[in-house]
């Protein structure tokens, strides 16, 4: 779900910068930072691109993200990292992480993409027949209806694929306005 993870972040960024426009400058940083913050959840599986993108640094994120959900949540893979609090924590580390070298609104919009990206990256996982339960964490019961649901890799990650395209598209030309 790699592409599909990127294109909803950086469709969510351009979504983000439609409705509450930062300064222009900002647009690229908030669209790239969305959509490499989609990729965060997946920092709790071994073998995902988040976790193999900066070895042993990712590594050791992942064992140690994994061991945090698993005491907290009973579940290692799509617990903790799977959920808003988890977004809303990668969304702090980066305003405040960006805040030391560029603080102001770079800061802020750089924690408010990150933390939206992170969220839908884990939303996404829950539109998969795998589904995440904690997507919602920690109010419980909210799930994605099973209808709607598809398996990575097959027609209907196409389909969202697809849309995600035209949605990017359209917001890019503001052909959404229509």
């Known amino acids: 779900m790699g592409r599909t993870h990127a294109l909803s972040g950086a469709v969510l960024g351009l979504a983000v910068c ?3 426009p930062p300064p222009p400058i900002l647009v690229p940083v908030v669209v790239v930072v969305c959509a490499l913050a989609a990729f965060a959840p997946d920092l709790d599986h071994p073998s995902s691109t988040a976790s193999r993108a900066l070895p042993p640094i990712t590594w ?3 064992r140690m993200i994994r061991w945090v959900s698993k005491q907290v949540t009973g579940v ?5 990292s799977h959920s808003p609090v988890f977004a809303a924590l990668v969304g702090l580390l980066a305003w405040w ?7 102001g609104d770079t800061a802020v919009w750089t924690g408010v993409a990150a933390a939206a990206g992170c969220w839908i990256g884990a939303i996404g996982d829950e539109l998969t027949s795998a589904g995440n339960r904690f997507a919602f964490w920690p109010l419980v019961g909210i799930r994605w209806p099973d209808v709607l649901r598809f398996r990575t890799g097959g027609t209907g990650e ?3 694929v697809g849309l995600l395209a035209v949605t990017g598209v359209a917001l890019v030309t503001g052909s959404w306005a229509w």
């Open 97 to 103: 992480g960006t805040g030391f070298l560029l603080p």
């Open 76 to 80: 290692s893979h799509r617990g903790l």
């Open 18 to 20: 439609t409705v509450v």
């Open 60 to 62: 050791a994120l992942c």
């Open 158 to 160: 196409h389909v969202v």
